[in-house]
């Protein structure tokens, strides 16, 4: 490191530790830094929760006389990012299609004063701001940083139009370093990134996508007790804690919010046909912890800079890695222990194959549907196969998944297959995996009757077994190649040649062994071994124990101040944080000042009130 760069280094982590309260920077953040700074550009994947804002946010506090233009493609991620600035004393604003007129040239004063550091725009509102501000204002940008980078590739699982716009920046100002950012994209995505922004020869920062603080757990084969596991997940698990369930469709988002509702449990549906208002009422009230748990479709969340979101449960399995990694990504940003809950079942493979196949790109997005289901159906580490997936090498199984966890018990599945097998031969391969369960389990319903099947001698031959079962054992008999489904013929099942060989004994199979009580036990077995993994290295001692009572004393007063400064109360302290002045338990301004994610400028807001809790909590255990 060259003296410049020793002293410009002191100065950022001045800076880091006044501003942020952070006492070093994480992993590669300041290679990035000190790469665009120098007026180079950069392609950075980074796991959402590792720390991207601060790659983009530093440049503009180290230059006096430059700003930083921050695309964003959501009102509310620009929001939260200028509270959660403006809170540190940071100068930021954010330009958008709710701003007037009037705040858009008080805006373009400011910034030509340079009294803004950091400006937060949406794509198709930044080209038209540039052409009217004109070299007074445009002469003193140090860095375009375009967050969400996959949204303007057409290979990216979250393509955006406007985001094409993009690539006249580097040709407008070539002296500006342009910093693309996200935190899932794959190859031929970041390659099309590159090429899109006109950044060809920027230098790529991968950094590790290993979220060892989230809990990997899939739950196969439960179909009508989803929504039950669901709220017995939550309310066991995470009582009172922020999460989001994803479903596949609008109507079964407000299906499983009236089913948590009626378990206790605060939760509203969140989807694309409501409207604008509605939408952002329900998005709101989760920023602020007034309600506990969002059902949404995946079109929320991605804007979403909430630090506190202790779980993420998929109700139907996604149809890429991309989308499912972004997705549960939005759990555990603080670093602290997180759950990410899957729900797959043979009906969401279906569904999405039907999808990929009617899609513009079938090849493509079937070739990453079946990436996906190879993931969900695995006997092996989840997080080994999830990071194989980018790339990025895993030596060793990561205990912290329901795999590791719980290792499947295996036993000899060949009586059953042969029954399920017999079934399908037996009414000329004309039924789906529910008829065929319905058969062996004797259920004599209409479609069954008028079929004629509840005479064929396999009818009600698997009766001693359950529904959820037999449909767990049905997958794995697809997920083993064999059966195999005709989704040009109604989704029959077809029996395949080493389906056949082991209908006819000439082939053994062993089956997982199906537990119903999967949900939420892996989960159970992570508050002891995985909230003692840590993501980054810093000053939190996850292990040492926590007061329950006085952090919950600490969380009432966050929310007092955070609905008194019209704020979400992680812009305040995130969880971290929190959890850190709890274990600290500091009384006098100086103690308060030195915990982790105190800086300066909130210590001085805020140490009278948190300490004053704190002593009285103490004398109160006196």
Known sequence: MTIAEEILHRKALGILKECYGYPQFRPQQWDIIRHVVTGHDAIVLMPTGGGKSMCYQMPALLDENRFTIVVSPLLALMNDQ?????????????????????????????????????????????????????????????????????????????????????????????????????????????????????????????????????????????????TRHIAQFIKQLHNGESGIVYCLSRKNTEKMADTLRHNGIKAWAYHAGMSARDKQQVQQAFINDDIQVVCATVAFGMGIDKSNVRFVIHSNMPSNIESYYQEIGRAGRDGLAADALLFYNYGDVVMLKKFALESGQSQVNMDKLRRMQQYAESNVCRRRILLSYFNERYDCDCGNCDICNNPPQRFDGTT?????????????????????????????????????????????????????????????????????????????????????????????????????????????????????????????????????????????????????????????????????????????????????????????????AFTSVIRQHLQGQG
């Open 82 to 226: 200028v509270n959660a600035l403006l809170q540190c004393n940071i100068p930021a604003r954010c330009l958008n299609s709710e701003r007037s007129d009037s705040e858009n040239r008080e805006t373009a004063e400011l910034l030509s004063r340079g009294l803004v550091k950091l400006l937060y725009i949406s794509p198709e509102k930044l080209l038209s701001e540039l052409e009217r501000w004109g070299e007074r204002v445009t002469s003193h940008i140090g860095l375009f940083a375009i967050d969400e980078a996959h949204c303007i590739s057409q290979w990216g699982h979250d393509f955006r139009p406007e985001y094409t716009q993009l690539g006249v920046l580097k040709q407008r100002f070539p002296d500006v370093p342009v910093m693309a950012l996200t935190a899932t994209a794959d190859r031929i995505t970041r390659d099309d990134i590159a090429q899109q922004l006109g950044i060809v020869g920027a230098r790529l920062f991968i950094s590790s996508f290993d979220r060892s603080n989230i809990s990997l757990n899939v739950t196969q084969g439960v179909a009508g007790q989803k």
């Open 416 to 608: 059953l297959a042969q029954m399920a097998l017999s079934a399908v031969k037996r009414t000329g391969e004309k039924v789906g995996v529910s008829a065929t369960v319905d058969i062996l389990r004797g259920w004599r319903k209409a479609e069954i009757v008028a079929a004629g099947y509840d005479l064929l001698k396999t009818f009600g031959i698997g009766r001693e077994l359950s529904y959820a079962q037999w449909n767990a054992y049905m997958l794995q008999m697809l997920q083993m190649g064999l059966l195999e489904v005709a989704y040009n013929d109604g989704n029959r099942l077809k029996v395949t040649s080493y389906g056949e060989d082991v209908l006819y004994g000439r082939q053994r199979v062993e089956f997982t062994k199906f537990e119903p009580a999967a949900v939420g036990r892996n989960a159970a077995t992570k508050r002891t071994r995985g909230s003692e993994r840590k993501v980054f290295d810093d000053e939190v001692d996850e292990r040492a124990p926590l007061d329950k009572v006085l952090f919950d004393k600490l969380r009432d007063l966050r929310k007092a101040i955070a609905t008194t400064s019209k704020v979400p109360p992680y812009v305040v302290f995130n969880d971290k944080a929190l959890t850190a002045i709890t274990r600290a338990k500091p009384t006098t301004r100086e103690a308060f000042s030195v915990v982790y994610g105190v800086g300066a400028v909130k210590c001085e807001k805020y140490w009278r």
